[in-house]
């Protein structure tokens, strides 16, 4: 069984700031990882994805993410955020039968100017 | 994402009435999904479907059911609908890989 935990339910971030949402996953095996974006209105959209090739990632909209197994963490980060950031993240792992995806909770990112 | 649509976007009705929710894919996927998301719980997978003849149910499948028309259509249907299920409903797709392609939704009020 596979499980992800979202540390942060919401996140207040100043334009320009960094941006870090954190993210831990539990899996009996190597997991493909993903972070998924969801503008209000919209549906999700894929920022990026592990799948056991390189530990650091990177997505679009300059988002990057570090696989850190001994951690089991994901978290996601960019360096500076800009008000188009403001929205809500998604961890998710992939299952191991049939890729079932299982999501977290959800991060809710504010961006203040 | 543009290649997969639903409809409708919005939608309110009354407990008791049957509601059909729809889903198309240009993406040429064999893999269709239904999730339902509520605030602070994330996604949850409703049904799944590996290909027109392939129907399975996921994690909260009571009170819904789907039709898996053709590769690029699956419906989802609540056959009498209730409060608890007002909610935002997304459809998705995979081509086999983990990766899945969502639509934009649809916003069901149940009163």
Not at chain 1, 70 to 80: C, G, V, Y
Request: charged letters at 20%; hydrophobic letters at 35%.
């Amino acid at each position: 069984a596979q499980s992800v935990t979202q540390l942060d339910s919401h996140v207040s971030v100043s334009e320009g700031t960094p941006v870090l949402l954190r993210c831990n996953y539990s899996s009996s095996y190597s997991p493909s990882l993903f972070w998924y974006v969801q503008h209000p209105n919209k549906g999700l959209q894929l920022l990026l994805k592990y799948t056991s090739a390189a530990t650091l990632v990177k997505g679009i909209n300059g988002f990057e993410a570090e696989f850190k197994k001994s951690e089991t963490s994901f978290h996601l980060t960019k360096p500076s955020a800009h008000m188009s950031d403001a929205a809500e993240y998604f961890c998710v792992v992939s299952g191991l039968s049939w890729g079932k995806l299982q999501f977290g909770a959800g991060t809710q990112v504010v961006v203040t100017p | 994402d543009a290649d997969v649509t639903q409809t409708p976007r919005n939608r309110i009705t009354k407990t008791g009435k049957r509601i059909m929710l729809e889903c198309s894919q240009t993406k040429g996927h064999d893999r269709m999904y239904w999730y339902r998301q509520d605030p602070g719980l994330g996604l949850q997978l409703i049904y799944y479907s590996f290909d027109v003849k392939d129907i399975n149910k996921g994690e909260i499948s009571d009170g819904y059911s789907v039709s898996r028309q053709a590769q690029a259509k699956f419906s989802l249907s609540l056959e009498s609908a209730i409060p608890n299920q007002t909610a935002l409903y997304f459809c998705a797709t995979s081509g086999g890989g983990d990766e899945q392609f969502f639509g934009p939704g649809t916003r069901l009020t149940v009163l």
